[in-house]
């Protein structure tokens, strides 16, 4: 998924972009310039060379596990027709642990505080 917003900057010095809850991987842009990617909390990046004062843009793109289409009851129902000889071990030993992870995006509460020197 990707979420874009504008938004006004009126503060100066370093600050900090923290993106909060992140489900589970995603690159972030602010203005057009990448600012990086994160696998694993916390989600966030140091932002001083790319805000401006007044408008910015900030894109994030989050990526999810395979949990989300694996899940689906119509992707395994097509494994089975494509495959039925196949067992399906993966989905037998995983289902459980990946209930977890369906959830999916961005969560928040995406922030912006000052930071460092």
């Given at each position: 998924?990707?979420?874009?917003?504008?938004?006004?900057?009126?503060?100066?010095?370093?600050?900090?972009?923290?993106?909060?809850?992140?489900?589970y991987a995603c690159s972030a842009v602010l203005n057009g310039?990448?600012?990086?990617?994160?696998?694993?909390?916390?989600?966030?990046?140091?932002?001083?060379?790319?805000?401006?004062?007044?408008?910015?843009?900030?894109?994030?793109?989050?990526?999810?596990?395979?949990?989300?289409?694996?899940?689906?009851?119509?992707?395994?129902?097509?494994?089975?027709?494509?495959?039925?000889?196949?067992?399906?071990?993966?989905?037998?030993?995983?289902?459980?642990f990946e209930v977890d992870s369906l959830p999916s995006g961005?969560?928040?509460?995406?922030?912006l505080r000052p930071c460092c020197s």
């Amino acid at each position: 998924a990707e979420y874009a917003v504008d938004f006004e900057y009126h503060g100066g010095g370093d600050a900090v972009l923290d993106l909060g809850d992140v489900r589970y991987a995603c690159s972030a842009v602010l203005n057009g310039q990448p600012l990086g990617e994160r696998a694993w909390p916390p989600y966030s990046f140091r932002v001083a060379k790319l805000l401006r004062r007044g408008r910015n843009r900030l894109t994030v793109t989050v990526t999810n596990t395979l949990a989300n289409a694996i899940a689906d009851p119509e992707a395994l129902a097509s494994w089975r027709q494509r495959y039925p000889d196949r067992p399906l071990d993966y989905d037998q030993r995983q289902r459980a642990f990946e209930v977890d992870s369906l959830p999916s995006g961005l969560f928040g509460p995406v922030t912006l505080r000052p930071c460092c020197s």
